[in-house]
């Protein structure tokens, strides 16, 4: 019988937890066509998520846990996963219940036949999000793939399954900065989204600020594209030839008219100008190059502190 992992990155999820655990349990219930094992991967909680995760895996044979050392981010818990998983399909489940475990089923029904290598699934709205997160998100999604070669689909989530060749080639990307939206459709393969209503989060508060979630458009903009230094590039050869044709104005109009000193207000302005546009520019090539830096110094995405998880690779 092929198996499926599921894989659940929390971080302080022990409200929702007990809500979650209850709903997979009637999924996989009816998932009688294919052997299941949950893997939560507990990122560096500080509550009491990890001690619900192992009072879980003491009773039911089919939960396993990975525990970080420290909380390293969903991403890299989701790598964790990735990496440590074992079965024939894998799929990435949030713990709030926002990715609705019912479609798991349908997901299963469209991915066993093998004409797809994945089931991806999108929100079709936003529906009790802030409504300035919800543009600014939108804006990001229009800027990027302008920008990107690569895909990037409004609205989808990283809920979905795989077959294990797209797995191993996700896990085969070694980056350390890494950004699974994009991740996920650079490897390409055969893709099929499910759409659904945007669900509100069971229980417990969501872990990104809108701080966070700049940074993190900030890393896909940054992981997926380098448009952005053509840009700064761009920026300066305009303002070269400006300034080229302004040296030859004032130089005539100085043979000309005389040499009559005023227009220190507009030089002023000029020069602050300039001075942001060259600041800007070197954002943008300080960004790339910090990304450099932290990929050159090859540190491990995680660390594991404890696992009941063998290892069978
Ligand atoms: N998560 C995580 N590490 C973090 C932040 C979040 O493993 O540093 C998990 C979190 O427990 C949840 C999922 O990632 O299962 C999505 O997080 P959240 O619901 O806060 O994000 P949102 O749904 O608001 O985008
Ligand atoms: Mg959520």
């Known amino acids: 019988m092929k198996k499926i992992n599921i894989i659940v990155p929390c971080y302080n999820e022990e409200k929702a937890l ?30 009491q998520t990890l001690n619900y995760i192992k009072n879980l895996s003491e009773k039911d044979n089919k939960v396993k846990y990975i525990s970080f050392s420290r909380n390293f981010g969903k991403e890299a818990a989701l790598l964790a996963g990735l990496e440590k998983s074992d079965g024939d399909y894998v799929t990435l489940m949030d713990a709030d219940l926002q990715d609705p475990p019912e479609l798991l089923l349908e997901m299963w029904d469209l991915i066993k036949d093998g004409e797809y290598d994945s089931i991806g699934t999108r929100r079709i709205n936003r529906k009790g999000e802030p409504i300035i997160r919800s543009f600014c998100a939108n804006c990001f999604y229009k800027l990027i793939n302008k920008m990107s070669k690569v895909e990037m689909i409004s609205g989808a989530r990283d809920f979905r ?45 969501t872990k990104w600020s809108f701080f966070k979630l700049f940074k993190y458009a900030i890393e896909g903009i940054v992981s997926f594209t380098t448009i952005p230094l053509v840009i700064s590039t761009f920026l300066g050869l305009l303002f070269f030839i400006i300034s080229f044709i302004f040296v030859i104005v004032i130089f005539v109009k100085t043979l000309i008219f005389g040499d009559p000193v005023s227009g220190w207000p507009s030089l002023a302005c000029i020069i602050l100008f300039c001075a942001g546009i060259q600041l800007f520019s070197l954002g943008i090539i300080g960004e790339y190059l910090a990304k450099t830096y932290l990929e050159t110094k ?5 660390i594991i502190r404890e696992t009941n998880k063998k290892s069978t690779k």
């Open 298 to 302: 090859n540190r491990p995405v995680y």
């Open 18 to 47: 007990p809500f979650f655990y209850q709903e997979i349990t009637k999924v996989i219930e009816k998932l009688d066509d294919v052997k299941t094992e949950i893997l939560f991967i507990d990122d560096g909680s500080t509550d």
């Open 161 to 205: 399954i795989m077959n294990r060749q797209m797995v191993d080639s996700i896990i085969s990307l070694k980056e350390y900065n890494r950004y699974s939206k994009g991740l996920f459709s650079f490897v390409g393969f055969k893709t099929k989204w499910l759409e659904y209503k945007n669900v509100e989060r069971v229980a417990g508060e």
